[in-house]
């Protein structure tokens, strides 16, 4: 079972709204979780990084949060632009090592 | 654009073959990393260098091999191709080794295995 579970799989919105995803892990022990856009065909980028002592990281329009008790971390991205459709995906580091778990991502559309 | 390379962009090949990928780290970058992602699977780490050197591995099979060289770029090659090898290759790098570090990708090498 994936140690790193995005929600929802894709999601289509409008221009001008809001949306969030979700990223649901139960890597142990946590290092840090990172959100990433890829656009398609192209290398993901980071957004966000946060490690166990942060609950809110923003970068421009992208906020993430985390919940280190739940294990739960969210990207809120407002007014979405269309160039805002990308894969977003989540990524938590285990513990010293290398071990990074990666989640299969949130399919956005930002449809005009 | 991230500042790491990678080549080809697109390679298509045969079961059975042999193919070699290639990637350029960002200037000043010592860690070189390896990614498979095939659409079920999401991204897979396979391998992590450090200045020439092996430092982490993560799903590579026994078939895949990669190496690190003095001029700091990589190659992953990939032989005994399967079908199920058809997938986007990712190169990232960063400055440090320790994997906490901001990783840049390069814009992937598309690999369709027939």
């Known amino acids: 079972k994936n140690q790193v579970e995005q929600s929802p799989q894709s999601l289509i919105i409008l221009e001008g709204k809001n949306c969030t995803l979700q990223?649901?892990?139960?890597?142990?022990?946590?290092?840090?979780l990172r959100w990433y856009k890829q656009d398609t065909g192209r290398g993901p980028v980071s957004l966000t990084i946060?490690?166990?002592?942060?609950n809110t990281k923003s970068n421009g329009r992208y906020t993430a949060t985390l919940d280190a008790d739940t294990k739960q971390s969210s990207l809120h991205i407002t007014a979405s632009q269309l160039s805002d459709s990308a894969s977003y995906i989540c990524?938590?580091?285990?513990?010293?090592?290398?071990?990074?778990?990666f989640g299969k991502g949130t399919s956005l559309l930002v449809t005009p | 654009d991230s500042g790491v390379t990678q080549t080809p962009k697109h390679l298509i090949t045969a079961t059975g073959q042999r193919v070699t990928l290639r990637c350029s780290p960002r200037?000043?970058?010592?860690?070189v990393y390896w990614y498979q992602q095939s659409l079920d699977q999401g991204l897979q780490f396979l391998i992590q260098?450090?200045?020439?050197?092996?430092?982490a591995k993560g799903n590579i099979l026994e078939r895949f091999s990669a190496q690190q060289f003095p001029d700091l770029h990589s190659e992953l090659n990939l032989s005994s191709l399967e079908l199920g090898d058809s997938a986007l290759y990712f190169c990232?790098?960063?400055?440090?080794?320790?994997?906490?570090?901001?990783?840049?990708f390069g814009p992937g090498t598309r690999l369709l295995v027939l």
């Open positions: 946060m490690t166990f002592s942060e």
């Open positions: 990524v938590v580091r285990r513990g010293s090592g290398y071990a990074l778990n």
């Open positions: 200037s000043g970058d010592l860690s």
């Open positions: 260098y450090y200045n020439g050197e092996e430092r």
């Open positions: 990232a790098s960063s400055v440090e080794r320790t994997g906490q570090e901001t990783q840049y």
């Open positions: 990223c649901n892990y139960t890597v142990s022990p946590f290092s840090n």
